[in-house]
């Protein structure tokens, strides 16, 4: 096993440069960089995202050159909306933004210090991209926890009482809401939500964004898990946005369930634990289970960052929750590299060794199975 996990360690590297190397330059390449946003937001034709993120993080976007720059005779730019604007103002927001280098410098400098985990601070809100990254951890990490969590509590139980009472009325209309929650996006999900119970046309029984009341912002998390009004208004919070990733997300776990119990079910070591007496219960759970299981237990490390990554960010943008998935919305849309390099850095690294770990759980859930080559 340690030769496994050594080579997998190895195959991370060029995995995660292929995935850094793709996505600088589509990235780059792409229009709307951010000096153009930068000389929008100065002749006030920037997006308001750009303009919220500026205000919030404090800091000047475009320096203060730019009052003597408007006005003045300048050549013709290759930036779009510079017209008007001081050549030299252009490149010191060029220096600035790192764009008087070429591409693959950029890329060459931007790796290596990444690999001291050397993120470097957002174009635009002033701040360290590692800072930024932990001030909005806490709340993405909440929603996948409790999604992951419901998701198997439900899909387990579920999918076995599927597989048990396979082909009966129970199977068939469970199928069915399995079948609509898999179709249905989460997301759209997360609007009826809204419409039906967050105050939009029927009732107003949740909160319509955040994850505290005001009178609790200024608390922190231990100052919150202390009062039991805090902890209560945070899972009045939570209802809404968990419900709407629960249901876009229990659909193919619960599947996967019921036809892992029906392979195993048909296999031979149970008609011959039937043969010896053993009751239905004992079969089921004390020799079925943990092959079946196998395979959706390992997989709790990929459910997780899968739910953390893909559901959680059109949840937290509907329901105006302060964390990565927004987080990393607004910096797209503002072109602001720092965070959008630095967070799929991080994440790409972190997915890779999730997908290790959960390899590994397989070898302590199941000790037969081994990831080493097998000598003939």
Not at 13 to 36: K, S, Y
Not at 130 to 150: C, H
Not at 155 to 184: H, Q
């Amino acid at each position: 096993m340690t030769a496994y996990i050594a080579r997998r360690l190895l195959l991370m590297i060029p995995t995660l440069f292929g995935v850094m190397v793709i996505n600088f330059f589509i990235v780059q390449l792409a229009p709307g960089g951010p000096v153009e946003q930068a000389i929008a937001q100065l002749t006030g034709e920037g997006s308001a995202i750009t303009e919220r993120i500026t205000r919030s993080g404090g800091g000047d976007a475009v320096g203060p050159a730019q009052t003597q720059a408007i006005g003045q005779e300048s050549t013709t730019s290759r930036y779009r909306g510079a017209q008007g604007l001081d050549p030299e103002f252009i490149k010191e927001l060029e220096i600035r933004f790192g764009f008087d280098k070429p591409m693959h410098e950029r890329f060459i400098q931007m790796m290596g210090n990444y690999l001291t985990f050397d993120f470097g601070d957002s174009f635009f809100r002033d701040r360290p991209v590692v800072d930024l990254v932990l001030e909005k951890m806490p709340v993405s990490i909440s929603l996948g926890i409790w999604t992951t969590l419901l998701v198997y509590l439900i899909s387990i139980p579920l999918g076995i009482a599927k597989a048990v009472r396979d082909g009966n009325r129970f199977d068939i209309w469970t199928s069915g809401v399995v079948i609509v929650g898999n179709a249905i996006p989460g997301f759209l999900f997360a609007v009826l939500l809204l419409v039906v119970f967050a105050g939009g046309s029927y009732f107003d029984w949740f909160p319509l964004r955040g994850l505290q009341s005001e009178e609790y912002l200024d608390l922190s998390l231990l100052g919150c898990a202390t009062s039991p009004a805090c902890v209560a208004d945070y899972l009045w919070h939570l209802v809404l946005p968990i419900t709407a990733m629960v249901i876009g997300g229990f659909a193919t776990l619960t599947m996967l369930t019921k036809n892992s119990f029906l392979d195993q079910i048909n296999q031979q070591y149970v008609v011959t634990a039937r043969s010896k007496g053993l009751s239905e219960q004992r079969v089921l759970y004390g020799h079925v289970f943990r092959n079946a299981m196998l395979i959706v237990i390992a997989g709790f490390p990929s459910a997780f960052i899968s739910i953390l990554f893909t559901s959680s960010v059109l949840i937290e943008i509907i329901f105006s929750l302060d964390g990565l998935g927004l987080l990393g919305f607004e910096a797209t849309f503002a072109r602001d590299y720092p965070i959008m390099f630095g967070t799929l850095f991080f994440f790409s690294l972190l997915g890779l060794v999730m997908g290790l770990i959960g390899d590994i759980m397989y070898t302590v859930i199941d000790p037969r199975i081994t990831f080493e080559r097998v000598g003939a």
